[in-house]
């Protein structure tokens, strides 16, 4: 079955940090560009994060870039991301998902709350 | 950053009726070689978004027949040939064309 798993998410203080990370099976992780979605319950999506396949490059969105780095490790199909210098306004369900070839996976989400 | 506009917002739906929801992209989402990048996901309550279709018009694996997507260029539209009563949820367009990729404000389906 092909599917992701996210794990790490928590309460955090503001200026804290959390690591995510996102284990993925039943398909050929090195093959898909793997990216992080983010939902604040009740709101739409927000694309955080990405890295392609090809040779690991990453993006990120202005409202995360110089916080968080994203970075994955084929051989053990993990997809990561380093989430410093938290924000109330980072508080989110964050998605894993996966995409290659008009197929699409996302994982059930990890919630990350920054309150003080 | 392409901003994706999609319309109507909320949309109830009689089962068995058609449903159709535009998608308007601040910039082209055509490539050069020929493809849009522009997909469509649904979000049913409790879920994690699931795709649909993507580039403009492919139904992805397992999606049901009765969803089709047209458009390209800024102007796209989802149809629901005849609406079903697990259909409901919330509908997003995504552009892929140009990091970041960005989605629409959702259109949420509910059945009347």
């Known amino acids: 079955e092909v599917q992701v798993m996210e794990s790490g998410g928590g309460l955090v203080q503001p200026g804290g940090s959390l690591r995510l990370s996102c284990a993925a099976s039943?398909?050929?992780?090195?093959?898909?560009?793997m990216s992080w979605v983010r939902q604040v319950p009740g709101k739409g999506l927000e694309w955080v994060s990405g890295?392609?396949?090809?040779?690991?490059?990453?993006d990120y969105a202005d409202s995360v870039k110089g916080r968080f780095i994203i970075s994955r490790d084929n051989s053990k199909n993990m997809l990561y991301m380093q989430m410093d210098s938290l924000r109330v306004e980072d508080t989110a369900i964050y998605y894993c998902?996966?995409?290659?070839?008009?197929?699409?996976?996302w994982g059930q989400g990890t919630t990350v709350t920054v309150s003080s | 950053d392409i901003v994706m506009t999609q319309s109507p917002l909320s949309l109830p739906v009689t089962p068995g009726e058609p449903a159709s929801i535009s998608c308007n992209s601040s910039?082209?989402?055509?490539?050069?070689?020929?493809?849009?990048?522009l997909d469509w996901y649904l979000q049913k309550p409790g879920q994690s978004p699931q795709l649909l279709i993507y580039?403009?018009?492919n139904r992805a694996s397992g999606v049901p027949d009765r969803f089709s997507g047209s458009g390209s260029g800024t102007d796209f539209t989802l149809k629901i040939s005849t609406v079903e009563a697990e259909d409901v949820g919330v509908y997003y367009c995504m552009q892929a064309l140009q990091s970041p990729c960005t989605f629409g404000q959702g259109t949420m389906l509910e059945i009347k």
């Open positions: 890295i392609n396949n090809s040779d690991g490059g990453t």
């Open positions: 910039q082209s989402l055509l490539h050069g070689h020929g493809y849009n990048y």
């Open positions: 998902r996966g995409y290659f070839n008009g197929v699409d996976v």
């Open positions: 580039l403009g018009s």
């Open positions: 039943g398909f050929t992780f090195s093959n898909y560009a």
